[in-house]
């Protein structure tokens, strides 16, 4: 799975290609061609038992929910952190496999909560979301991912009180990171780089990354624009690429995972 010479798929532009793609068949084997580049995220598309429809993702009720699951999981109050954590970890499931999936085979599940439907973890976090259609080309889902992005983010700033802007900057951090990943998987980190800046369309930022020099090799990390809260929610220290740490902390701790 490491040979990236022909993982180029992404990047065409074929106007003739079909709106969408619908046939169960072709959406389950799509899936099956990404299973095994995902790792961890594999969880994301592999469905529970209780399988939820997508509209969920934008139901006020339905996310005070899932603020008040994440406030028991870390023992914390503030709905605003709260909210902030939840989405910290859905906006990187709702993207690790049609990142993957642009990367390797040129189309991605279309994201909008009308196509997809979704199981939850027991903790209420995300556990997997798949979508019914394929979109053909990175433009068509970059622009399906902002109008999905809207409608969730929009509710969830609601009912959790955090910054809309602070929640479209973790979204776009997540791509960031999860396209990343996918490029290592294929052997291509650059690749990987450049789809993320594909995927991403305002109001999401360009994600933005930061190569560290190890005593042996160089790694490539994403420059974070958003905080996750963590370390208010656990009186503890701050993630590695926190953009609350000082550059040149970060740095240093980027350099020991290098």
């Known amino acids: 799975m490491g040979d990236a010479s022909a993982r180029y798929l992404w990047r065409v532009d074929d106007d003739n290609a079909a709106t969408s793609i619908s046939s169960p068949e072709d959406v ?31 139901g006020p009720e339905w996310l005070a929910q899932r603020v008040l699951d994440t406030g ?3 023992d914390h109050r503030d709905r605003r952190v709260n909210g902030t954590l939840w989405w910290y970890s859905a906006s990187s499931s709702l993207v690790a496999a049609p990142l993957m999936m642009l990367l ?32 053909p080309t990175v433009e068509a889902f970059a622009d399906a991912l902002v109008e999905a992005h809207s409608a969730v983010i929009a509710a969830l700033a609601k009912v959790s009180g955090a910054a809309p802007r602070a929640l479209w900057a973790i979204a776009s951090d997540s791509i960031g990171n999860r396209a990343l990943e996918a490029g290592r998987s294929v052997g291509s980190p650059v690749l990987g780089v450049e789809l993320a800046g594909a995927a991403c369309v305002a109001p999401l930022l360009t994600p933005r990354y930061i190569d560290a020099e190890g005593s042996e090799r160089s790694r490539t990390f994403v420059r974070r624009s958003s905080c996750c809260l963590i370390y208010v929610a656990t009186n503890g220290d701050k993630c590695v690429s926190c953009p609350r740490r000082t550059p040149e902390d970060r740095h240093a701790q980027l350099r020991l995972r290098t």
């Open 28 to 58: 389950a084997s799509a899936y099956a061609g990404v299973a095994g580049y995902l790792g961890d995220f594999a969880r994301t598309i592999s469905l529970g038992p209780e399988v939820l429809p997508g509209p969920v993702l934008t």
């Open 72 to 74: 028991r999981r870390w």
């Open 104 to 135: 390797t085979a040129g189309v991605a599940p279309d994201p909008r909560p009308g196509s997809v439907t979704l199981s939850l973890q027991p903790n209420g976090y995300l556990r997997a979301v798949r979508s019914d259609r394929l979109l």
